[in-house]
């Protein structure tokens, strides 16, 4: 009988226990992993997540700040100082303890200090904090969260109310919160409530006796609620003692589990809740940009709410709100809303529409031919004409073109697409497809690509930087102010840097300013080598008009004060101290000079061609940088120290209108002396009828040498310009003709190039005096259009004004038509209050500058600085390197650990196997 084998006691529990051991263990190392990971990672990953968000890399640079220092000192302006107060709630590892929280809170903390606003969060940093803000909440409390949530945003807020009665109003946010536009204020915010709500509401609304029955209390209390949810993200209130009896009253009657509802039913706090709005209509608040409501947010809005998100889920939220922002920014300012047309006359109304249709029929005419290249010609090629890849539109349309291309260049930067754009929003607003197309035409290609020709200098500085200059002072559109910048660089490190001198060259090659690769080092490589070759083997663009060195001042003005840079006034700057240096007895300055010495060709100086925006500026720049009048609304000139050289260009100013203008620019009709004709010598010049505009706009200032004086000249020069216009059959006025004569027609220029000074002066001088004679000289001007110039693709000019039977039309629709002739056709007609003179300074080309309004709207230079830098608005979201190491550092220990517990676990079976009886292996 054979022996049954018996089995060791001792090896299956002792291999059991390794691996039961093995596993643990491994959890455990794999746990710890993670969780120090997580820890480790928490700011990569953030990072990773943030980095394209408006201003993150300032924002980065205080969450670097220790703890500390952020406690010690949250605010840069204290509580007992401040009329503004931001005040938050974050509460919770998600909020306060991560690198994300450390994001949410330092977000709120840059945008108190961009505004010098204080800030505080209910953590206590002081004792005295501490029995502020934690004051013990009643025992109901505990069984209603949200409650207990409202009670103590309430109570936080009532108790600061009290404490700092010199704060005016307070702002609170939630730390499930962040503000996406910080250069928008509380005091815009405030603003705009007031003019929506227009009224004041009475005491007793609001369920208060103060003791002044039958007295109007500004608002109490505003309550900016989320129309999604009922949870309240965000609360501005006015520190008032209403205000204050109000929250007092509800904190103290409420009952248990009530108070969400008790509080939100009180009548005075549902009339007083609004939806903050910006002009395009939509909401600034919203609480969730994730499943189902996620189209619900837009970059527009001012503050974004994120209540009962996790970690993950706001971390992504987050990162989409950066992506969306950086792609498609909200506004710097609220845009230009659109004319409120009920206080006008039906006639105005369908005059204002006559011209909105003219302004339709041109772009439409320029866009389908020159964008798109719809004009079914054989060669349509040459308006889509390509060079490196880049698109370039046509500069002009060529309306009667029946062979060929409808579309002609002569500066080589498509100048009636950037100088269209701001008329399109202004005509049409933001929404339109007319402004939407101009917009993405201009976002989507590169601005300085060209055919590889010289553009003139100051052309392209009056078209396309002031173009988008315009756009972007009516929209608040920052890729159109980062475009403008561009084009501005373009400007400086090409004609102004090969000019030995500090006058800028009349033509040069531009190059991209800003990115990098192949393109523009091709640029740049043969825009040196056309400037060495230019002048090593010619004297070509050697010489320049006193315009084309001295008209980039306001519109370089108008950059340095926007971004806070001073290079652009710098430069504009330097060219007016030196050809101020060489300016005659009557103001005059040398029209003609050499660029490569810096001299004057010439003593010769005039008001017309070669120098009229140089003289217009003079005027306008200091309307635009300096302060208001004493009344607060009227544009004033007076400069005082803060703009020594805009001072100077005022004096050089009132010297030429002094003593040129009226000596040797102005010519009074024989038989009739009211009617002064602008002239050149012996001859009347078209150019010359911006002058009376300029004229009365000085008048309209509130400093003006000799007002009553200038203003009638400015009148009869108007009336100059009209009587060339009614004595033509055609009803236009010709472009230079001799006065006084007693020939019919008379000689000289007799050609109409859709020219807008005549329009411009009688948008001036309609605005200035109200008077309707004006409106109804420039409604003689548009029939006369659309009689004379309106073809099927667009408009074009006539050969001789005094010819209205064999018309002859001029094949050309220049940019300035729609910049110009249209635009202050169609202001003319508009509400009075549309594009105010008292809110914008046009320039030469009529692109209007929103003026510094005294607030920190425009003046946050260091935000918009940030804004503009680096390719702001391009998406780049490389994943960092730190991330990917620790990837891969857990990957390897990952690996390791298996490789371990496969190596453990195989000894132990081989140890087992080798143990075992050999009758019972086999």
């Not at 840079?565 to 300016?583: G, N, S």
Request: charged letters at 20%; one cysteine or more; glycine letters at 8%.
């Amino acid at each position: 009988m054979s022996k049954r084998p018996t089995a060791h006691p001792h090896h299956t529990p002792r291999t059991a226990t390794a691996i039961t051991l093995w596993i643990l263990a491994s959890v455990l190392l794999i746990a710890a992993i993670l969780s120090s990971l997580l820890l480790i990672l928490d700011k990569a990953w953030v990072h990773h997540s943030l980095s394209i968000y408006p201003n993150y890399q300032k924002l980065a640079a205080v969450t670097s700040t220790s703890q500390q220092q952020q406690q010690q000192q949250p605010s840069s302006t204290s509580l007992h100082t401040a009329k503004f107060a931001l005040v938050s709630l974050q509460e919770g590892f998600k909020y306060h303890g991560s690198s994300l929280g450390k994001f949410l809170r330092c977000n709120k903390l840059s945008y108190a200090n961009l505004h010098g606003y204080a800030y505080t969060d209910i953590f206590p940093n002081t004792k005295e904090d501490e029995e502020l803000l934690l004051t013990p909440l009643n025992p109901w409390m505990e069984s209603d969260e949200h409650g207990a949530m409202y009670y103590k945003k309430l109570r936080m807020l009532l108790l600061l109310m009290e404490k700092y009665d010199n704060l005016e109003w307070l702002l609170w946010v939630d730390g499930d919160a962040i503000v996406t536009q910080p250069h928008v204020s509380i005091e815009d915010r405030v603003e705009e409530f007031t003019k929506l709500h227009h009224i004041e509401k009475e005491s007793h609304t609001t369920g208060m006796n103060d003791g002044t029955r039958g007295v109007t209390h500004p608002l109490a209390l505003v309550w900016v609620k989320d129309s999604t949810m009922p949870n309240a993200g965000v609360m501005l209130i006015r520190n008032s003692p209403p205000a204050r009896e109000y929250i007092r009253k509800a904190l103290g009657t409420l009952e248990d589990g009530e108070l969400f509802r008790s509080f939100t039913d009180q009548a005075s706090l549902m009339e007083s809740t609004l939806l903050l709005q910006h002009g395009h209509g939509s909401t600034l608040l919203q609480s969730r940009v994730r499943g189902p409501t996620s189209g619900l947010w837009k970059p527009g809005h001012w503050i974004l709410h994120l209540p009962d998100h996790n970690y993950l889920e706001l971390l992504s939220s987050l990162q989409r709100v950066g992506k969306e922002l950086a792609t498609s920014p909200p506004p710097l300012f609220p845009p230009l809303g659109r004319p409120s047309m009920e206080s006008l006359s039906k006639a105005r109304r369908d005059r204002f529409e006559s011209v909105q249709g003219a302004i339709r029929h041109a772009w439409r005419g320029y866009a389908d031919v020159c964008l798109h290249g719809h004009d079914d010609s054989t060669a349509a090629a040459a308006n889509s004409k390509r060079f490196l890849g880049s698109h370039i539109p046509c500069d002009d349309l060529s309306p009667l073109a029946t062979s060929g291309s409808r579309g002609h260049d002569w500066l080589y930067h498509a100048a009636t697409l950037h100088d269209s754009i701001d008329t399109l929003a202004i005509a049409f607003g933001t929404d339109s497809s007319e402004y939407k197309e101009a917009l993405d035409m201009i976002l989507s290609r590169d601005l300085q690509a060209t055919a590889l020709r010289p553009t003139k200098t100051f052309e392209y500085s009056l078209r396309i930087v002031g173009g988008l200059l315009g756009a972007f002072s009516v929209t608040g559109d920052a890729r159109l102010l980062s475009r403008a910048r561009d084009a501005a660089d373009a400007l400086l490190q090409s004609p102004f840097a090969s000019s030995p001198t500090i006058l800028p060259r009349m033509f040069d090659v531009l190059y991209p300013p800003r990115g990098g690769g192949c393109t523009r080092t091709l640029y740049k490589i043969y825009s040196r080598m056309y400037q060495w070759g230019r002048d090593v083997f010619t004297s070509e663009h050697h010489y320049n008009s006193l315009a084309g060195v001295g008209s980039f001042s306001l519109e370089f003005y108008f950059l340095s004060d926007t971004l806070g840079l001073p290079e652009y006034r710098q430069v504009v700057d330097d060219i007016f101290k030196h050809v101020a240096k060489y300016q005659g007895r009557d103001g005059t300055v040398p029209n003609s000079w050499n660029v490569m010495t810096g001299e004057p060709t010439t003593t010769n100086g005039g008001l017309g061609s070669g120098s009229d925006s140089f003289v217009e500026y003079l005027l306008k720049v200091p309307l635009l940088v300096c302060g208001r009048g004493t009344g607060g609304d009227i544009p004033s000139t007076s400069c005082g120290q803060d703009h020594p050289v805009a001072h100077e260009m005022l004096d050089l100013y009132y010297k030429i209108v002094s003593s040129s203008l009226r000596s040797k620019h102005t010519i009074r009709k024989e038989g009739d002396v009211s009617i002064v004709y602008p002239a050149d010598g012996s001859s009347y010049h078209q150019l010359l009828c911006f002058l009376p505009g300029l004229v009365a706009l000085e008048t309209y200032t509130s400093t003006a040498v000799d007002g009553e004086s200038d203003f009638l000249l400015a009148e009869a020069m108007l009336q100059g310009c009209h009587d060339m216009y009614k004595k033509t059959p055609t009803g236009f006025g010709p472009e230079e003709v001799h006065i006084n004569q007693k020939s019919h027609p008379p000689l000289g220029d007799r050609q109409y190039l859709l020219r807008p000074e005549y329009v411009e002066s009688l948008f001036v001088l309609y605005r200035v005096t109200g008077r309707e004679e004006y409106q109804e000289m420039g409604w003689e001007v548009f029939e006369s259009l659309e009689h004379y110039c309106r073809t099927e693709w667009g408009y074009t000019g006539l050969k001789d004004v005094y010819d209205a039977i064999g018309v002859e039309r001029i094949d050309d629709m220049p940019s300035y038509f729609i910049a110009e002739t249209l635009k202050y056709l169609l202001l003319l007609f508009g509400p009075d209050d549309f594009l105010s003179l008292e809110e914008f300074v046009f320039t030469t080309e009529a692109h209007p500058m929103r003026r510094k309004q005294g607030k920190g709207t425009t003046t946050a230079h260091h935000y918009i600085q940030a804004e503009l830098s680096g390719g702001r608005f391009e998406v780049h979201n490389p994943l960092p390197w730190t991330i990917f190491g620790a990837f891969v550092l857990v990957t390897i220990v990952l690996r390791t650990i298996i490789f371990l517990l496969q190596k453990s676990v195989g000894a132990a079976t081989n140890h087992h196997q080798s143990n075992l009886p050999r009758h019972h292996m086999s």
